[in-house]
């Protein structure tokens, strides 16, 4: 079955600028995540979705950080106001059931150059 | 949060068994340890899960002492395929939403040479 598709692949925008990344979890996927991976790094949590639960917004780096899941399936993260160091692939990720270490289906994830 | 250490990097050979160490020694009573591998432009796979003693898939096998401080993935036979980089995760398995065990760390990069 399809996997967990994320977009755009690729972002370039000027500093100071809006973006909005997409992902389109596995159907039937409950729990939704977003990371954060800068070059040579490891992956850096952001927020969790679990079903109709309030996120967990605990990673987010700053308040110009938000996502939001719609009818508990694609998720958008915004990222206002972009700033340089805010470069990085943005990983999205889902699982079947609850809980935050049940097999996790990461998306092929948006690469965001800020200029 | 319980923290986890690993090697920056690792190298092998071709046809080697390649076992790479993770220590999580404020592992907690309800928490499971995962391993993610991630090829370069890629987001991680899972590969395996324990609880203690040995767990063992088609891909790889992981050994986690008594005392659970610290936990060995294992790797039969390996071969250029398997470079790639290696993350380990300690959290609860059924954490009804937390963040816990959400830290992937840098992992450990491991090369695989001919």
């Known amino acids: 079955g399809a996997g967990v598709s994320q977009s755009p692949s690729n972002k370039v925008t000027e500093k100071g600028k809006d973006v909005e990344l997409r992902c389109d979890p596995i159907?039937?996927?409950?729990?939704l995540y977003w990371y954060r991976q800068s070059l040579g790094q490891g992956l850096e949590f952001l927020i969790y979705?679990?079903?109709?639960?309030?996120?967990?917004k605990s990673g987010l780096p700053s308040d110009r950080f938000s996502a939001e899941r719609t009818g508990g399936s694609v998720s958008t993260l915004t990222i206002q106001r972009t700033q340089q160091e805010d470069s990085a692939v943005y990983l999205c990720?889902?699982?079947?059931?609850?809980?935050?270490?049940?097999?996790?289906?990461f998306g092929p994830g948006t690469r965001l150059t800020v200029t | 949060l319980a923290k986890t250490t690993q090697p920056i990097s690792m190298d092998s050979y071709e046809g080697q068994e390649v076992n790479i160490t993770c220590s999580h020694n404020?592992?907690?009573?309800?928490?499971?340890i995962t391993w993610y591998q991630q090829f370069p432009s890629q987001g991680p796979r899972f590969i395996i899960q324990?609880?203690?003693t040995k767990v063992t898939n088609e891909v790889a096998s992981l050994f986690i002492p008594a005392d659970r401080k610290s936990s060995t993935l294992s790797l039969p036979r390996v071969s250029l395929s398997d470079t790639a980089v290696y993350y380990c995760?300690?959290?609860?398995?059924?954490?009804?939403?937390?963040?816990?065990?959400?830290?992937f760390g840098k992992g450990t990069h491991l090369i695989i040479q001919p």
């Open positions: 990720a889902s699982s079947y059931t609850s809980g935050s270490l049940n097999e996790q289906y």
């Open positions: 159907s039937g996927h409950t729990a």
């Open positions: 979705f679990q079903g109709n639960s309030a996120p967990d």
């Open positions: 404020n592992i907690a009573t309800n928490d499971y």
């Open positions: 324990g609880y203690k």
């Open positions: 995760l300690v959290g609860a398995r059924y954490s009804g939403g937390g963040a816990d065990g959400l830290t």
